[in-house]
C-alpha cells in the first residue's frame, strides 16, 4: 500500500490547477477505493467537475459527517490547499494514525466520522486566476442582458498572457509612488509632489467614447458572488451586489444546497476563504445576545481551539465582520450552513498578514482591511521583496494602449502574498488549520447499543427492553438550535421479528426522543462546584418490546442525522 506522501502532487506547496488537483483527488480513490470516493456535485459552463471528495470507510452507511469546502472566490486559492490537506488527514486515521498524534479517545471518535471535502467551488474562477491573474470574485462569466454602458473588461491587453494592472499618469490622480519604494503606488497626501497615477485593471473599455474612462467596480465584469447566492435570506442584487438572477442560480451553489439536503448527518461545516487570519462565526444576521446561548457556548470551545493551534481569533459576523454597519450580508454560504441545515458552520479566513505586517487590531477585525496605512504598504513590499521573491509587486512596463495611450503595465500580482500565503509558508498553514478541524469533527454525536435485557412473562412471552445511549459531545440533534429544524427527526427504534412475533405489531417503530451529549461548551459555569449535579440521563432511552414465541428481533435505532446502529437480539 503507498504512502499517503508518495501520493502528493504538492498542494502544501503550491496552488494546483483544475487538473492537478483532480489528479490529486483520484490518486487517492485509486490507491484506496475502500476509503475515498470521488464524486462530481456539479458541471460548470465551461466544463469542469466540482470534485466531492466522500472519506471514510463504507461511505453509505449514515452516521455524523463533516464538510469542508473551499475556493468559493476565485483567487483565494489556499482554501484548496487546506481543504486537501483535511482530506489528507481524513485518509490518516485510518491508514497511518500515528502520524496525527492525537489523543487515543479522539482517534476513536474521528475514524467514525464521515468526511465531505470539496476543495474547490469555483473551479473555472480559479483556473482563470491562474492561468492570467486577473481580479475575479466567483466565476468568468457574465450573462447579464447587454445594457450598453461603458464598462471595464479585464484581461490581457500586452499579449504576455496575464493580466495585471495598468497605471496611468494623470495630475489629478489619487496615487503617487512612495519614495521609500519604488514603483509602489500609495495614497496620495498633500506634501506629495508627484508624479500622480491613475489605477486600473489590464484591459480594455466596452462602449468607449473616447473621451470618459469608467470607473472599476467590484463585481464590474460580472455580477456573480457565489457566496451570495444560497437561500438564506437570499436578497436580489439591488439590495446584495452578487446575488445572481435568483437563489441557487448557480450551478456550484445548486450543487451544494442539493447535496447537503440529501444529507442531514452533516453537523459540523467549514468554509475556507482567505485572508485575514481570523475565524468567523455567526450569527451574521443579528448579535450574540440573540443567539442561542448553548451554541455560543459551543462556539466558544472551537474558539479556545483554533487560537491553540493558529492563533487566529474568532469573531462574530454581526459584531464584527460586516462591511456596512447594520446592513447583515444575503445568500451567504457559512449562514445556510448555520441557519438552514443546523451545521456547526463557520468561516476561516486564511492567511494573517495584517498580523506579519504588526498592525495593530482595530475595534471591528473588518476595519483591518480598511485601515492598511501608507507605512503598512511599504513594509509590505519590502517583505515581498526580501521574503516572497517579488512576487507580488512585479517591475511596471510600458505600453501603448489603443484606447488610452501611453500606460505603463504590471506592479500588482496580489495572487500569492496578498490574497494567499507565500508558498513557503503553505504547508505551516495547512497542518495547523488541519489540526485544528479535526478536534471539531471529534465533537460528533455517537449512538450505542448499551444494555439488552430479556425478562420471560407467562404465556410464552419475553420482555426485551434495549437501551440506546449518545456518549458523543454533542447531542443526537447537532447544535442545540438545530432541535427547531423539520429535518432534525429524533431518535426512533424499528423492530423486525424472525421466527418469532410481536405482541403488538405496533411497537415495531417507536420514537424515542432527541439523545442529549455530553458537552456543553466552555464558560457555561458548569465547572463551578457551588452546586453541583449534572444532566440526568438525558442521553439515554430505551425501547421495549412484548415477543411471543422463540427466534431473534432485528433491532435498528437512530436518525437522519445522528446515523443508526443495529442489533440481533436472540429471543
Not at 445594457?147 to 490581457?156: A, C, K, N, S, V
Not at 465582520?321 to 456547526?344: C, I, T, V
Not at 504547508?427 to 478541524?437: K, L
Not at 454525536?445 to 420471560?456: A, E, F, K, M, N
Request: hydrophobic share 40%; charged share 25%; aromatic share 10%.
Amino acid at each position: 500500500m503507498p504512502l499517503l506522501a508518495d501520493l502528493s502532487l504538492g498542494f502544501r506547496n503550491s496552488y494546483l490547477d483544475h487538473d492537478r488537483l483532480t489528479a490529486q483527488l483520484r490518486a487517492w480513490t485509486e490507491a484506496f477505493p475502500s476509503l475515498c470516493r470521488l464524486t462530481s456535485i456539479a458541471r460548470t459552463p465551461e466544463g469542469r467537475d466540482v470534485w466531492l471528495a466522500t472519506i471514510g470507510p463504507d461511505p453509505d452507511r449514515i452516521r455524523p459527517a463533516v464538510w469542508v469546502g473551499g475556493n468559493i472566490h476565485a483567487a483565494e486559492l489556499a482554501g484548496s490547499s487546506v481543504a486537501l490537506a483535511i482530506a489528507e488527514a481524513a485518509l490518516q486515521l485510518h491508514l497511518e494514525p500515528e502520524a496525527l498524534d492525537l489523543p487515543p479517545p479522539i482517534m476513536d471518535r474521528l475514524r467514525q466520522v464521515v468526511f465531505f471535502v470539496v476543495p474547490r467551488i469555483t473551479p473555472d474562477g480559479a483556473d482563470c486566476v491562474l492561468r492570467v491573474g486577473r481580479t475575479l470574485r466567483s466565476v468568468p462569466r457574465d450573462a447579464r442582458v447587454d445594457r450598453g454602458q461603458p464598462r471595464w473588461i479585464p484581461g490581457d491587453i500586452d499579449g504576455d498572457g496575464q493580466a495585471r494592472a495598468m497605471r496611468v499618469r494623470d495630475p489629478g490622480g489619487e496615487l503617487v509612488e512612495a519614495a521609500e519604494f519604488p514603483g509602489l503606488l500609495v495614497e496620495r497626501t498633500l506634501e506629495d509632489e508627484g508624479p500622480f497615477y491613475k489605477l486600473y485593471p489590464e484591459g480594455r473599455i466596452e462602449y468607449f467614447d473616447g473621451k470618459h474612462v469608467p470607473s472599476p467596480y467590484f463585481l464590474g465584469d460580472n455580477p456573480i458572488d457565489l457566496n451570495r447566492n444560497f437561500p438564506w435570506t437570499w436578497a436580489p442584487a439591488h439590495e446584495q451586489i452578487g446575488a445572481g438572477p435568483y437563489a441557487v442560480s448557480e450551478p456550484e451553489v445548486r450543487g451544494i444546497v442539493e447535496f447537503a439536503t440529501a444529507h442531514p448527518e452533516i453537523f459540523a461545516w467549514l468554509d475556507l476563504h482567505t485572508f485575514g487570519g481570523v475565524v468567523i462565526r455567526p450569527l451574521g444576521h443579528a448579535p450574540d445576545a440573540k443567539m442561542d446561548p448553548e451554541d455560543l457556548a459551543i462556539f466558544r470551545q472551537l474558539e479556545a481551539w483554533m487560537f491553540e493551534h493558529t492563533g487566529y481569533p474568532t469573531v462574530s459576523g454581526y459584531e464584527e465582520f460586516l462591511y456596512e454597519a447594520d446592513k447583515p450580508l444575503h445568500g451567504d454560504l457559512s449562514d445556510y450552513a448555520y441557519n438552514q441545515r443546523g451545521a456547526l458552520g463557520y468561516v476561516i479566513e486564511l492567511w494573517d498578514l495584517f498580523q506579519r505586517l504588526g498592525m495593530v487590531r482595530p475595534a471591528k477585525f473588518v476595519q483591518y482591511y480598511d485601515r492598511v496605512s501608507r507605512a503598512d504598504l511599504v513594509k509590505l513590499a519590502w517583505w515581498d521583496r526580501d521574503e516572497n521573491s517579488g512576487r507580488s509587486f512585479p517591475p511596471w512596463r510600458p505600453f501603448d494602449h489603443p484606447q488610452l495611450g501611453p500606460v505603463e503595465i504590471g506592479g500588482i500580482d496580489p495572487r500569492v502574498g496578498i490574497w494567499n500565503p507565500p508558498l513557503h509558508e503553505l504547508d505551516a498553514v495547512c497542518i495547523a488549520q488541519a489540526r485544528a478541524f479535526l478536534q471539531v469533527a471529534a465533537l460528533a454525536p455517537r449512538l450505542g447499543i448499551t444494555d439488552i435485557r430479556r425478562r420471560p412473562l407467562p404465556g410464552g412471552i419475553t420482555r426485551v427492553d434495549v437501551e440506546v445511549k449518545n456518549d458523543g459531545y454533542l447531542g443526537s440533534y447537532g447544535l442545540p438550535s438545530a432541535r427547531k429544524l423539520d429535518f432534525n427527526e429524533p431518535i426512533y427504534a424499528i423492530a423486525r421479528a424472525d421466527g418469532c412475533e410481536l405482541v403488538d405489531p405496533g411497537t415495531a417503530h417507536q420514537i424515542l426522543g432527541h439523545l442529549d451529549g455530553w458537552g456543553r461548551g466552555l464558560h457555561t459555569g458548569a465547572n463551578l462546584p457551588a452546586y453541583p449535579g449534572s444532566r440526568g440521563t438525558t442521553h439515554a432511552a430505551w425501547a421495549t418490546y412484548l415477543v411471543r414465541g422463540t427466534g431473534a428481533l432485528d433491532v435498528r435505532i437512530g436518525s437522519c442525522r445522528a446515523g443508526f446502529v443495529t442489533a440481533r437480539i436472540a429471543v
